[in-house]
């Protein structure tokens, strides 16, 4: 099971913050599963077109070459804004 | 802690005396705050009537951290302080505090300023503005990237 | 008044808020808080037990104030403010206060650091310290110096 | 007249702040000035030995090539030390 989280503009282009998944066969990293969830369509859609997208693993940045594995935590969001 | 997320404001005077706290060899205490200004880049002229920020908690305090730890071996200096502010935010607020103690000014002023750079581009924050026009997220600015890469240069060169 | 001199300690989060007052346009604060070590490079060991700030009276003043119009040529900011306090301190009392406004953060964090600089080689102002070894007068760094005249090669570029 | 101020580890080598001078026929300039005082022998000698002595005329940053004239206040001091 990953659990995935969507932030900011992504959270309200999604209308949703968090989801469980479970790791689906043949997705090994970030990339992955990022083309996995751009294949719902919709809104999913927009995943692809977002503008500089960036990726946490447990709380950490990462990128699409990060692997995943049961249990991670993934959060994709827009660049930072804060300070 | 080196580092605070929180909606309540922050007293600077107070913050700063509790970081200077009894440690005779601090010499110099570079700080910065940052404000909600009521006119951004981007939008025309219509002035911010309230700002949001939303942020990744977990996350958040683990790279606020993470950069205070890296300034921390870049530099020498004794002490760091983030306090980054969260939730709903009026003009003329403050945002966000790094404080940075040391013997030195030289390093502390370096310190506050990297600790700020690689905040804006690696800290999970976004703001999120009310304008007369509507509300929009805040794009990230090129600067910011940019301010942030120059102490990677520096640090390879 | 952009530069005061004077005996009386300070308290930076009033200061800060006093200068903030009523601009909305302010995104950015950076300050800087110097403050008596007890221990300084030159002395041994030994630790400092007090230190006297002697100045020029008169001259202090405009060369503070030139220090400021300088920074405000140089640098899109706002407002600056120089406290600088004379006569008898302790080890951990503060000395001097620089904060500057401003929209955005790297034009106020150069200027601040730029105004330490010229404070430290163009402001006259003379520190006596006294050790158990006895008093004497704190000799200039070439360090300050050279982080004065990194602004000038600056500027020449 | 001249108006003369030392500061610092100088006024206490000279054991004097503050003296008046009328402005001395051939002086000019602060090189000059600072001869003048320094030819007084004693302690004035050592005003020569001062390393990186400073100078101000009216309160503001000269150079031995500063010109002087009647009524100027000039000043003597070490490096400066504060902030």
Redesign the interface.
Known sequence: MLKI?Y???LR?TLGLGAESLDLPPGVADVGGLLNLLIARGGGWAKLGAVK?LRY?VN???ARPESPLKAGDEV?F??????? | MAARVQEADFDVGAELAALRQGDARIGAIASFVGVVRDINDGASVSGISEMTLEHYPGMTEKALEAIVAEAKARWEIFDALVIHRVGRLLPTEQIVLVAVTGAHRGETFAACEFVMDYLKTRAPFWKREVTPDGARWVDARETDESAAERWQARWEA
Chains 1, 4 share one sequence.
Not at chain 1, 77 to 83: L, N
Request: proline share 11%; charged share 10%; hydrophobic share 45%.
């Open positions: 989280l932030f900011a503009s309200e500089n946490a709380q950490e940045m959060a969001f827009p660049p930072v804004t804060g300070g």
